[in-house]
C-alpha cells in the first residue's frame, strides 16, 4: 500500500484520474459529450428485421421498435488481453465491454497495468439475465479445467475478477447486483474501499447489454416505458424512457495521492450514499420520497456539503410524471426550501435508460460537465410537468445550454440512480481542484516519444489518433505528452519513438517518420547491448541530449527494455489524456457449448 503525502486535501475525497464510455451513439467519452452539448438524441427507431425476439411481440401493436443501440455489442479483441477465440466466445458481453473499459481507464488515466506495484480494487455491475440469455453452458457431470475455464467466463459473478485477472492486476475484485443502481453502488463501494486504504486505486462501473440485442419493448400505461420511444424528463407529455445498452467505468484514487501523483483530475467525489426502501415502500419498485431524501441528503452530510452549493442535479429522470414528481419530491425535501438555483437534467431523453449503466451515463455527464464548466440542455423537455411545481422548489430545468457559473462560487452536482427492488443511491461529484501553477517548459529541449502495439496496422492507427488529437488541443505541453506516453501505456511488440524538440516535430513525425528523428521496430538502427548502464527495471538513460535520446530510442524499439521512471526522474511532468489502445474489434457470439 502507498503511504499518504501531507496534504491540505480533506481525506474523504476521491479524485476521478480516468474515464470510459461506450454509449449508443457514443464508442468514447469525447462523443458522448459530444451528443450532449450538441442536444442530440441516439436512440434508434428500427425496422421490423432488425428486431430478433417473437413475432408475436413484434406485431403487436403495443411493441414499440426504439433502443438504445451499441453497435460493439457483440465484439471484442481478445488478443490485447491474450484470451484465445474460443474463450473469448464462451464471455458474456457484458464481461468483454467491462474488460476493454477498465482497460481503457486506466490508460485514460496514465498507468500502465505491467507497471502497477499497488492494489488495484475492480468494481463493477452487470446484468444477471444477460448471461441466460446469452447461452447458458450445459449441466456437466465434470468440474474439469474446460468446464471450469466455460463457467468463470460465462458467469456475472466473475466479471471484475476476470478483469484483475486479465490485465495483470491484483486487488478486491466484487460485482455487484443491484439492479439499474448498480453503477453507484460499484463506486460506492470502490470509494469506501480507497478511504479505508483497501486499495491504492480503483476502478468502478457497470456493463449492460440488452438481449436480444437490438430490441424494443412493450408499452403498457403507467409504466415506465416509453408509449412513442422518445423520453421526455419532466415534461408533461412525458410516457417513459426507451431501454438502451452500454459500459461506463471509472478510475479512482483519494485525491490527495492524485495530487502529490501529478495525474490528471476530472472530477472529485466529495461523497456518495445508498439505502433501500424495504417495507416502507409505497409499491415495490417504485421510489419512495422519504428514503430517497434520506440518500441525497446523506451523500451531501458525508461530504460535508451545504444543498445550496450544488448548482447541478442529474436525476433519474424515467420520463413518466408520476415517478419524476416522486423524485423531484424527494430530492427538494433533501435540498430544503431555498428556490431556483439548481440546474436538474437527465440524460435519458439522449441515449435512453441503460440499466445498471444508467447511473454511469449520468456522472460522466455531470464529471465533464464539471470539466468543462458547461451545463448541457435535457432534450424532449418542451412543455413543463406543472405538477412539478418547479418555482417551489430549489431546481429550474435545464432546456438550453448555459455556461456553468455558480452563484456558490464552486460547482457541485449530485446524481441520482433508483433501482427496480428499492434501490435507491446518490453520488456528489465537485470540479477539480485547482492545478498548481509551474515553470513553463523548457522549450527546444529534446524528448523522447514512445508508441507501442501488437502489430503494425495498430500502431499506425495509434499514431493518427494521437497525431489528430495533438492537432485538437493545442494547449498540451511536449513535457506532459511523452511522459504519459512513456509512463502510462503498456509496452507491445511492434514500437515506435521519435526524439522531438516541438509538438510540431512531434506531430509532423507521427505523420512521416521522414520528416522527424524518427524510429520503427522494422527500421530500427542496431544498437550494442554492452554500450548501456542497465538495472532491474531496465537501460538507464546515460542522458537527456538528442543524441542519449536517440540511442535510447534505438534500443527501446528492438525489444530492450527502458528505466523510463529514471528519465523522467525530477520533472514536474503530468499525466494527460491521450487516446487509448485503438482496438481491433471482432465478433464473437456464442449459440451453443
Known sequence: MTDSPEQDYDPGDVAVIGMSLRA?????????????????????????????????????????????VLDTYDKFDPSVFGISDRMAAAMTPENRLFLESAWES?????????????????????????????????????????????????????????????????????????????????VHLACQSLLLGQSDMAIAGGAMVRLPHPRGHLWEENRILSKDGHCRPFDANGTGTALSSGVVTLLLKPLGRAVADRDHVYAVVRGSAVNNNGVSAMAYGLAQPERLSACIAAAMEVGGVAPDTVSMYEANGLGLPMTDELEVHAATMAFGKQTATTSIGGVKGNVGHGGVVSGGFGAIKAALALYHKTLPATINLTEVNQDLDFPST?????????????????????????????????????????????????????RLATLSALDDDALTRQRTRLREWLEADPGLRLDDICFTLNLGRKVMARRWAAVVRSREELIAALADDARGPATTTAAAPQTDPGAFSVNDNGIVPSGRDARALSDLAAAWVTGRQVDFDALHLGEASRRVPLPTYPFQPRRFWRTDW
Open 24 to 68: 449508443p451513439g457514443a464508442r468514447t467519452k469525447e462523443q458522448f459529450w459530444d451528443v450532449l452539448v450538441n442536444g442530440r438524441e441516439t436512440v434508434s427507431f428500427l425496422a421490423k428485421d432488425d428486431i430478433h425476439v417473437d413475432e408475436t411481440l413484434i406485431h403487436s401493436p403495443f411493441y414499440v421498435r426504439a433502443c438504445g
Open 106 to 186: 486506466l490508460e485514460d488515466g496514465g498507468y500502465d497495468p505491467d507497471r502497477l506495484n499497488s492494489e488495484i480494487g475492480m468494481y463493477g455491475a452487470n446484468n444477471p439475465q444477460t448471461a441466460a440469455l446469452y447461452s447458458s453452458p450445459p449441466d456437466r457431470v465434470s468440474v474439469g479445467p474446460e468446464a471450469i475455464e466455460a463457467s468463470l467466463a460465462w458467469s456475472p459473478d466473475t466479471m471484475t475478477s476476470n478483469a484483475l485477472y486479465y490485465m495483470g492486476l491484483t486487488g478486491e475484485a466484487v460485482t455487484v447486483a443491484t439492479a439499474c443502481a448498480g453503477f453507484h453502488y460499484a
Open 394 to 446: 430549489p431546481f429550474v430545468p435545464q432546456i438550453e445550454g448555459a455556461d456553468w457559473d455558480p452563484e456558490a462560487g464552486i460547482r457541485r452536482a449530485g446524481i441520482t440512480s433508483i433501482g427496480g427492488g428499492g434501490y435507491n443511491a446518490h453520488l456528489l461529484l465537485e470540479e477539480a481542484p485547482a492545478v498548481a501553477e509551474r515553470d513553463p517548459e523548457d522549450a527546444g529541449r529534446p
